[in-house]
Nanobody, 129 residues
Framework: QVQLQESGPGLVKPSQTLSLTCTVS??????????WSWVRRPPGKGLEWIGF???????YYNPSLKGRASISRDTSANQFTLQVTSMTLEDTGVYYC?????????????????????WGQGTQVTVAS
């Protein structure tokens, strides 16, 4: 049974850097052809894909974050970590880690949850001073 669990601060001040970690159990983040994503849902809006790191360590990001996002991994701990710099109020939302999308197929204009095999429960991140 694959499980993903997000951890990190729930409150971040404007201009600070957010750091969230996803711990994976039941599968390895180095499993061939696997992709591991971060996704968020701002209040009142739909899901937004942030980026992924794949089984070989390659990363790809949503251009909408304008280079503020980075994803790294610790293969010994089976974890991958999201960092978002220069946080603003518009970055408030629920942040999810997820296994997928299958084949690394990304459609930036819309996110299909069915392309992801497993999801974490999500963690609320609020940006406030």
């Amino acid at each position: 049974q694959v499980q993903l669990q997000e951890s990190g601060p729930g409150l971040v001040k404007p201009s600070q850097t957010l750091s969230l970690t996803c711990t994976v159990s039941g599968d390895s983040i180095t499993t061939q052809f696997s992709h591991w994503s971060w996704v968020r849902r701002p209040p009142g809006k739909g899901l937004e894909w942030i980026g992924f790191i794949n089984y070989s360590g390659r990363t790809y990001y949503n251009p909408s974050l304008k280079g503020r996002a980075s994803i790294s991994r610790d293969t010994s701990a089976n974890q991958f970590t999201l960092q978002v710099t220069s946080m603003t109020l518009e970055d408030t939302g629920v942040y999810y880690c997820a296994a997928g999308p299958r084949g690394g197929r990304i459609v930036l204009t819309s996110l299909n949850p069915d392309e992801y095999d497993h999801w974490g429960q999500g963690t609320q991140v609020t940006v406030a001073s």
